[in-house]
C-alpha cells in the first residue's frame, strides 16, 4: 500500500458522516451599497492599511503624481506610459533576478475591494510575477467603477477566469514582528499609490 | 522533560516582562475585536465558516483526490507524506535532485511540527527563514513561541544584540525601523541567491488545485517567484471545497489573528511559471487519527490566526514557550495530545478553561471544551500527574464523609491560625505568586448552627 492510499483509507475510516457545505448565497447576492458610499470605504481603508490613493481623470494625468529620480528603473503594463517608464511584456519569461533593481513598477489592477481596499493583479498584468513584489515602490491602476464592496463580489468576479499566479495587494509590504511595531516596507515595496480613474 | 507548570515559572522569573507580553497580546486582542465589530454579520462568518470546514472533513479523502486531480493537471507534482520523518524526506529528495544545499522559507507551522529546519540542517542544507520573527528566533536558536507573532516574547533591545552579531548592526541599535531594514537587506540578497523556496499554505481549493498564502511582508512570494523550485508544504486539513469560500476564510483569518481587514498579499499560486518547477507536499502526521477522534475533531478545522493566543489569560503570562510544542495556546494543546498523549498531557491542564478561546475562534472550535474531554482522557488513560491524581483522592475521601470534612475544615483552620509556616512556604504551590488569606473563626455549618438552627 502506498503512502496515499494509506493516508486516504485511513481518512476515509475517521471521517464523519457527510455534511452538505452551507449556501453563502446570502452574501454573494446581497444588494451593493451605492458606488460612491464603495468608493469612499475603499479609500479610507486604503489610507488605515498605509496605501496613498490618488484620484486621477486619466491615465496621462498619473505622470503629474510620479516623482521620478533620474537613472532609476521604473517598469509598467501600462502602454500610456511608456514614454516614462519601460514595457514589463518583454520580461514575461526572463529570469526574474534581472528585475532586481526596478525602483517603481506601475501596473494595472483589474479591481479592487472596499472592504479591505485589496487590488486584485494577475500574472498577465504583473509581465512577471516576481515584479509587484521586488519593486521598491508600487502604484497600481484601477477603475473608480471597478471596486466592489466585499470579497464575496471579488470572488463572484474572479469566476470562469483562469490565472496560474494572481494576488490581493492592500498596502505596502509590512511587519510588525519587532514588539508589533508597524514598520513599512518588509521585504516588498515601501509604498503602494494606487491611482483611482474617475472617467 | 519539564512541564508546563515549569517552564511558566521560569517565565514568570521577570515580571515586568510577563506584564509587557499580556498586555502587548491584550492590545492585538482588542484590535481583533474592534475589527470584528465592523462586520455586521460576523456571527454568521464564523458559523458560515465552521460548517464549511465541517463539509471538508466529512469529505475529505474525496476533496483530497480532487485537489491531487486538479493540481497535477496544473503541472504541479503532488507527494503524500504519512508523518514528519516522510515530510522531510520528500523535501530533501527534491533538493538533493537539483543538487540544492541552500533554501529559504517563509512562514509553516507545519515544517516547525516536522522539525524540518534541523533535519536539513543535519543533512548539509542550509534554511534561512524569511519571515522577520521567524529570522529572529532562528537567529536566537529558538522555536516561534507564537504562531503568527513568533518573536513576541523578544524585546527590540534583544533582537538588536542579535541583529549586531549575526547580521552585523551597529551595536546597541534597537530602532525596530532599523532593524528591519538591516534584515531587508540581508534577506533580498538571500531570496537573490537560493534556488529553491518553501512556503506553507493558508488554503487549498479543491475544485481548481490552487492554494493560497498570506503574507504581510512579501517573504513567500519573494522566494518562491525567484527560485527554481517551489515546494509547498500543508497538512491535509488545509483543503477548502471551492474557490468562492475563500472569501468567508479570507475575511475571518487577519481580522481575528491581528485586527487586519485583510494581509497585504493573498497569493494564489495555480501552476508553476515556465521554467519553475512546483510541488506540494500533502502530509497527515496525526491528522487521519485525530479525524476519528469525535470529541476532538473540530481541532482540524483551525486556521492558524492564534486568536486564542492573544486572548488567552494562561498563554499572555506563560508564554509560548512554557507549551513546549510548535503550536503553543489553547489550540496547541488540543492538538498536540493527539500526536502524543504522555508527553503533552500536561497542555490540557495548562487553561482556566474560561471559555475565551472558544469566543473568539473564527471556525467556532469549542476549545475550551476539548481541553475538559482531553484532560479526561488523560486520566483515564494513565497519563495524568501522579501528584494530582493522590490529591484528589484525599479530596474525593474529605467531600464523601461529613465528618472528615469537618475534621478536616477545622484542622486546616486551625494550622493557619497558629503555624502558617505550614503552609506559607515553598512548597505549597498557592503560596508562590499569593498570600494565603486570613483563616476564617468559623465554618458556614459552625455559624448556622449558632445562628439559624
Not at chain 2, 478561546?357 to 494513565?382: A, F, M, S
Request: include cysteine; charged fraction near 20%; glycine fraction near 6%.
Amino acid at each position: 500500500m502506498t503512502t496515499r492510499e494509506k493516508i486516504l483509507a485511513n481518512v476515509r475510516k475517521s471521517q464523519p458522516p457527510l455534511v452538505t457545505a452551507p449556501d453563502i448565497f446570502l452574501w454573494e447576492n446581497r444588494q451593493q451599497a451605492e458606488a460612491s458610499t464603495v468608493l469612499e470605504t475603499f479609500k479610507t481603508v486604503a489610507g488605515n492599511v498605509g496605501s496613498k490613493v490618488i484620484s486621477v481623470e486619466s491615465i496621462a494625468d498619473i505622470k503629474n503624481h510620479l516623482n521620478i529620480l533620474p537613472g532609476t528603473r521604473i517598469l509598467t503594463s501600462v502602454p500610456e506610459l511608456f514614454d516614462v517608464a519601460d514595457d514589463v511584456a518583454p520580461y514575461q519569461n526572463a529570469n526574474p533576478h534581472q528585475l532586481e533593481n526596478v525602483e517603481l513598477a506601475i501596473l494595472q489592477a483589474e479591481f479592487g475591494v472596499a472592504e479591505n481596499s485589496a487590488l486584485w493583479v494577475t500574472e498577465k498584468q504583473m509581465g512577471t510575477r516576481v515584479l509587484p513584489f521586488i519593486c521598491q515602490h508600487l502604484a497600481l491602476v484601477v477603475n473608480a467603477g471597478d471596486i466592489v464592496a466585499d470579497m464575496h463580489a471579488a470572488y463572484q468576479r474572479t469566476q470562469g477566469s483562469d490565472h496560474s499566479f494572481a494576488t490581493f495587494i492592500a498596502g505596502p509590504s509590512k511587519t510588525a514582528d519587532i514588539e508589533q511595531s508597524l514598520v513599512l516596507g518588509a521585504h516588498g515595496p515601501r509604498s503602494l499609490n494606487i491611482f483611482v480613474l474617475t472617467t | 522533560m519539564k512541564d508546563h507548570a515549569a517552564l511558566s515559572e521560569a517565565f514568570n522569573k521577570d515580571e515586568q516582562r510577563v506584564n509587557w507580553h499580556d498586555e502587548t497580546l491584550w492590545w492585538v486582542r482588542q484590535k481583533r475585536d474592534k475589527a470584528s465589530h465592523q462586520i455586521p454579520d460576523w456571527e454568521e462568518l464564523r458559523e458560515a465558516a465552521s460548517q464549511i470546514k465541517h463539509n471538508v472533513l466529512s469529505d475529505l479523502g474525496n476533496y483530497l483526490e480532487q485537489f491531487e486531480k486538479q493540481a497535477i493537471n496544473n503541472g504541479i507534482s503532488v507527494h503524500w507524506a504519512a508523518d514528519a520523518k516522510e515530510h522531510n524526506d520528500i523535501v530533501h529528495g527534491i533538493l538533493k535532485r537539483h543538487g540544492i544545499t541552500q533554501m529559504v522559507k517563509s512562514k509553516s507551522m507545519l515544517t516547525e511540527e516536522c522539525h524540518l529546519n534541523h533535519f536539513l540542517e543535519e543533512q548539509g542544507i542550509n534554511v534561512v527563514d524569511s519571515d522577520l520573527g521567524e529570522l529572529i528566533v532562528q537567529l536566537a536558536k529558538e522555536p516561534p513561541s507564537h504562531i503568527v507573532l513568533p518573536c513576541i516574547h523578544k524585546k527590540k533591545e534583544e533582537i538588536g544584540d542579535i541583529f549586531h552579531e549575526h547580521l552585523g548592526s551597529e551595536k546597541g541599535e534597537s530602532d525596530p525601523q532599523i532593524l528591519t531594514e538591516t534584515a531587508r537587506i540581508h534577506l533580498r540578497n538571500t531570496f537573490l541567491t537560493r534556488r529553491a523556496a518553501l512556503t506553507g499554505v493558508n488554503f487549498a481549493v479543491a475544485e481548481t488545485g490552487e492554494f493560497v498564502v498570506c503574507t504581510n511582508e512579501g517573504n513567500a512570494d519573494m522566494g518562491a517567484h525567484l527560485s527554481d523550485v517551489h515546494i509547498a508544504s500543508m497538512g491535509i486539513e488545509k483543503l477548502i471545497p471551492q474557490r468562492k469560500h475563500l472569501s468567508v476564510f479570507l475575511r475571518l483569518l487577519t481580522r481575528s489573528a491581528t485586527g487586519q481587514p485583510i494581509t497585504t498579499y493573498s497569493s494564489h499560486f495555480k501552476r508553476p511559471r515556465p521554467g519553475q518547477e512546483m510541488h506540494i507536499v500533502l502530509v497527515d502526521n496525526g491528522r487521519s487519527i485525530q479525524l476519528g477522534r469525535e470529541d476532538f475533531r473540530n481541532s482540524l478545522k483551525c486556521i492558524r490566526c492564534g486568536a486564542c493566543m492573544n486572548t488567552c489569560p494562561v498563554y499572555r503570562r506563560s508564554g509560548g514557550h512554557s507549551y513546549h510544542t510548535a503550536v503553543a495556546g489553547p489550540i496547541g494543546s488540543i492538538l498536540a495530545p493527539n500526536l502524543d498523549m504522555k508527553q503533552y498531557a500536561d497542555l490540557p491542564f495548562a487553561s482556566t478553561l474560561c471559555g475565551s478561546c472558544t469566543n473568539v475562534c473564527p471556525v467556532k472550535i469549542d476549545i475550551h471544551d476539548q481541553l475538559y474531554k482531553w484532560r479526561q482522557v488523560i486520566i483515564k488513560e494513565g497519563y495524568g500527574d501522579k501528584k494530582k491524581a493522590t490529591a484528589m483522592q484525599a479530596m474525593a475521601y474529605t467531600l464523601s464523609s461529613p465528618k472528615v470534612y469537618r475534621i478536616a475544615g477545622k484542622a486546616g483552620r486551625l494550622v493557619m491560625k497558629y503555624a502558617p509556616f505550614a503552609v506559607n512556604n515553598s512548597l505549597n504551590p498557592w503560596y508562590k505568586q499569593r498570600d494565603m488569606p486570613e483563616p476564617p473563626k468559623e465554618s458556614f455549618g459552625e455559624w448556622y448552627k449558632k445562628n439559624r438552627s
